[in-house]
């Protein structure tokens, strides 16, 4: 049985250096990407670990293309808006509940927009067998352009679509997402301020947040992501400016 609660309940926050030089970093979890047949798609954060501090994203998009992202965080450019934001008619802070509800069943909360949304994670035997090898292999072969791109297609082979792990963020940043083992959500629930979002669907283009391509159909992935320092003084201080009091 697949057990994510409890992997991923209570992951101590870690404030880090990210694995390669002049870059920074996010580690965690969360759903890459869920498409719904009403247009709308979610996506949620979890990173308890990168170089500022603790944070968890709520993103949203509506029919119409709009994009939000909603932070349970200290600050909105310590968190998924310092790369996302520019693609968004709004960011701001909200109270992001999660309660496991099963071992591989998630219930997320949001006080503001009103959210409720329920998902389950599974994997099939060959998705298994590639998150095995996934997770064995070192954070080095993430660099290799070519290890990437096989990556993508495995992607694609596997109904995520034209997924592209490296590139330009919206805010300018490059860099590279990599997840080490994911798991598919086909069974899921979301009420977003009274509206019911509907079923998972895959679609045959993939959503996206500014040039950034999400997965074409509902992923819960596990991994990080690391972007090359766009302002080496900007990162400093802000590095300064979120070390804990204690220091």
């Known amino acids: ?34 498409p719904f047949d009403s247009g709308h798609v979610l996506a949620l954060r979890v990173f ?52 496991w ?35 064995a292999l070192p954070l080095a072969t993430w660099r290799p352009r070519l290890l990437v791109r096989a990556r993508e297609r495995l992607a694609r ?4 679509g034209d997924l592209q792990l490296s590139g330009t963020m919206p805010s300018g940043h490059t860099g590279t997402l990599m997840p080490q083992r994911m798991y598919f959500v086909d069974d899921s629930h979301a009420t977003f301020d009274g509206v019911d979002l509907g079923r998972p669907v895959r679609l045959t283009e993939n959503p996206r947040i500014g040039d ?19 302002d080496p003084a900007e990162y400093e201080r802000t590095r300064i400016e979120t070390a804990p009091a204690d220091r």
């Open 1 to 34: 049985m697949l057990d994510l609660s409890s992997a991923l309940s209570d992951i101590p926050p870690l404030r880090g250096q990210a694995p390669w030089p002049h870059h920074e970093y996010v580690k965690g979890w969360g759903v890459f990407g869920l």
């Open 48 to 99: 308890p670990e990168n170089c500022f501090g603790p944070y968890r994203t709520l993103w949203h998009r509506d029919p119409n293309g709009n994009w939000s992202i909603h932070v349970d965080g200290p600050r909105l450019h310590t968190a998924c808006p310092r790369y996302y934001g520019a693609a968004c008619v709004h960011t701001g802070y909200s109270r992001i509940g999660l309660t």
């Open 101 to 135: 509800t099963g071992p591989a069943t998630l219930r997320v909360t949001v006080d503001s927009p009103s959210l409720d949304w329920t998902l389950t994670a599974s994997a099939t035997r060959l998705l298994s067998l590639l998150n095995g090898i996934s997770g």
């Open 157 to 160: 082979a596997l109904g995520m």
């Open 212 to 230: 950034v391509p999400l997965p074409a159909r509902g992923v819960l992935a596990i991994g990080q992501a690391a972007w090359k320092i766009l």
